[in-house]
């Protein structure tokens, strides 16, 4: 089949668009046909390398897929070839006590596709029958792969971590970033106030589109300037963040007192400094997040196929131009996700 | 009256013992006579001083935990009368922004704390609000009352409402001789974890034992990261209450498993901490800095000790004079639980 996948890590250049052996599905294992795959910053720091991170070679990309049931081991049950399927990307041993609590994300053993088991930059993947949900003719294939990451990631952050009410402020930095997006839509259900930034002001103009109230343009305004005078001086409830050292310390200071800070990535840096007195006079919480539970993709493909959120598609691209898909992300050029689909899907 | 007070922040030697005014209730003020008052860390930053924290003017009287009977009251006070014993919630706030009415008055942006930001009870007297005084009214001997306020509210703020501790849960409770500790390991108890606890000698520790922590860590003799890793066969545990720092802060976070919480109310080894924030998301972890306690802590803890279900941890007393001897003695990390000054 025809695959994107490294040899090595490193830029650009590594990834290579070519044929790899087709996956043959084990035991309990679906083969599905990728019809689309999107593209997340986790891509880029797979394709560059991360301590601790020990993948084969050639390794295939890709988090958020979805496609078409095609092939199933002997063990699967009440699956039929042809279902349409969205893949939920974690994997995890299913046994433990943090799986058997549903929070199989905090599994010990926990995998993630694209990352640590090969993804869907590719014509076919397989994956546990486990880990794929039934996917409703009604949702086009590009939308249902703006969930698993993305809209599962901001769920996981807005809701269950950061417990946001209706009526608290809430600072989603990014707004263009595929989290950011999503979080500013799942802030807005919750009835929340909205601050978001961004690099330009076509970018916060689909920003408010989605229900940022307050928009901050953070290459002409200092932001934490910016969030005091919105609030009045009172600062933020929340603040939804993947920059890391860029606006870490500056985010705290934008945290009312009992504030908490959520942080899901750290694309500018990952050694930030963190005064702990300031941390416990102002009662603040610094929340870390990878993923979320299998159970959430569940509640956002409900939301998605009853119209309350749009994953927002920046444009879909052929598979064989994946290079160009993370050049794009690298410039931080786009608004919403970029989306691959192999040849003929 | 007798007070020991600061006219600078500064060492040791900036705690002076003299006379000064009597304090005189006003409105809803009520005067309170000291008959005992718990020595706390914060003591020692309210001395040192702290960029943003502390007194503003000078003199100033420390002390956090305050026991007493109430000898005046101010005009406008009805829930209390003199003669009353009472012991003090040590947080001021304004009472009416949206922190104060949701219960999270340690959060308004004018909250003041007895002893830190106004006078405390390292004096013969001390006025506060009459919303800070709460009936004490079962026996209790004034030296073993005044260990509680501080260091038990805290306690129960950073485990069942920071950190959501569960029944069943592993927890690493940071220097079991400390008052936050002493408590925390009492709470944690109540609450059914599994408590592992760490002093710096064996003596502490067979106190610690004594109560209720299950497991024990000399860290002057082993590295507590790799205890608890044996302790729990390499599982790590569920949350972490922690008020050293940065000695111990990259390592605490490496005791936790997926979802794990770490807790903090402050620092005695420094403050700017290294957090790898892909550590963080990773594993999930959630950080989470607590100051004090909302004013309705006390009511249980005060519950909780009236039914005999947690004790006053009491180091030793020592006459109000004495208070530079008592910073000495936390400074050097010698007590274990409170040590608590009696003026005469």
């Not at chain 1, 995890?92 to 869907?120: F, I, M, T």
């Not at chain 1, 050049?327 to 608004?335: A, D, G, K, P, T």
């Not at chain 2, 005999?308 to 208070?323: C, I, S, T």
Request: hydrophobic share 45%; with cysteine; aromatic share 8%.
């Amino acid at each position: 089949m025809k695959a994107v996948y490294i040899t090595e890590h490193g830029g650009i250049d590594k990834l290579t668009y070519g044929e790899v052996p087709d996956p043959v599905p084990d035991a309990n294992e679906v083969l599905v046909r990728v019809r689309a795959c999107g593209v997340n910053y986790i891509d880029l720091w797979v394709r560059r390398g991360l301590p601790f991170l020990r993948i084969p070679y050639p390794f295939v990309l890709g988090q958020e897929v979805a496609g078409e049931v095609v092939a199933v081991g002997p063990a699967v049950k009440g699956l039929a070839l042809g279902t349409r399927v969205l893949i939920h990307p974690g994997l995890s041993c299913g046994r433990c006590e943090a799986c058997a609590s549903g929070r199989d994300h905090h599994c010990e053993d926990y995998q993630l596709l694209g990352k640590n088991v090969p993804g869907g930059y590719a014509d076919f993947i397989k994956i546990p029958d486990t880990n794929v949900l039934p996917l409703p003719a009604s949702v086009a294939w590009e939308a249902a792969v703006g969930l698993p990451n993305s809209f599962c990631t901001a769920w996981n952050m807005v809701y269950e971590t950061a417990k946001l009410q209706p009526g608290e402020w809430i600072l989603i930095h990014a707004g263009g970033s595929g989290i950011g997006s999503a979080a500013i839509q799942l802030a807005k259900l919750a009835g929340a106030n909205i601050i978001t930034t961004a690099s330009s002001d076509d970018k916060l103009a689909r920003a408010q589109a989605l229900g940022a109230q307050h928009l901050i343009n953070y290459k002409e305004h200092d932001f934490l300037h910016r969030v005091r005078r919105i609030t009045n001086r009172r600062g933020v409830d929340v603040v939804i963040e993947h920059i890391g050292e860029d606006v870490w310390e500056r985010s705290l200071l934008c945290l009312a007192r009992g504030g908490r800070l959520v942080t899901c990535g750290a694309t500018s840096g990952y050694l930030p400094k963190l005064n702990l007195r300031y941390v416990f006079f102002r009662n603040l919480q610094i929340l870390g997040v990878t993923s979320a539970s299998k159970g959430v993709l569940c509640k956002v493909l409900t939301l998605l196929e009853q119209g309350q959120i749009r994953p927002v598609v920046n444009r879909v691209l052929p598979l064989a131009d994946a290079r160009q898909a993370h050049q794009l992300l690298e410039e931080r050029q786009v608004f919403g996700k970029l989306v691959l689909r192999p040849e003929g899907s | 009256m007798k007070a020991v007070y600061l006219t600078k922040h500064g060492g040791i030697d900036a705690l002076k013992f003299g006379e000064l005014p009597d304090p005189v209730p006003e409105g809803r003020e009520v005067l309170i006579r000291v008959r005992a008052c718990g020595v706390n860390y914060v003591d020692l930053w309210v001395r040192g001083g702290l960029p943003f924290f502390g007194p503003t003017r000078f003199p100033h009287i420390p002390g956090t935990d305050i026991v007493g009977e109430v000898v005046a009251v101010g005009p406008a006070v009805h829930s209390t009368a003199v003669g009353a014993r009472v012991m003090v919630n040590p947080g001021v706030s304004c009472g009416r922004c949206p922190f104060c009415l949701s219960g999270e008055d340690n959060y308004c942006p004018q909250y003041q704390a007895v002893g830190i930001g106004l006078h405390g009870g390292y004096a013969q007297l001390v006025k506060v609000p009459e919303a800070n005084v709460v009936p004490l009214a079962f026996d209790m001997a004034w030296e073993a009352a005044a260990c509680v306020p501080a260091s038990f509210m805290t306690a129960w703020a950073m485990l069942f409402e920071k950190a959501r501790l569960q029944p069943g849960e592993w927890i690493l409770i940071h220097a079991a001789g400390s008052g936050v500790g002493s408590a925390a390991i009492q709470l944690a108890r109540l609450g059914g974890a599994i408590v592992i606890t760490t002093a710096g000698s064996d003596e502490k520790l067979e106190k610690a034992r004594a109560l209720g922590a299950h497991y024990l860590i000399n860290y002057m003799q082993q590295d507590f990261l790799r205890a608890v890793r044996r302790i729990t066969h390499r599982r790590g545990v569920d949350v972490v209450i922690d008020h050293i720092g940065l000695e111990v802060w990259e390592r605490n976070l490496l005791c936790l498993v997926p979802g794990g919480r770490l807790v903090t109310c402050g620092v005695t080894s420094g403050y700017e901490a290294k957090t790898d924030l892909r550590h963080l998301f990773y594993r999930q972890l959630q950080l989470s800095g607590n100051k004090l306690a909302g004013k309705a802590a006390l009511f249980r803890v005060i519950n909780l000790l009236q039914a005999g279900k947690v004790q006053p941890v009491l180091d030793r007393v020592l006459p109000l004079q004495e208070a530079p001897l008592a910073h000495k003695i936390l400074e050097e990390r010698r007590q274990f639980g409170k040590v608590v000054l009696v003026p005469e």
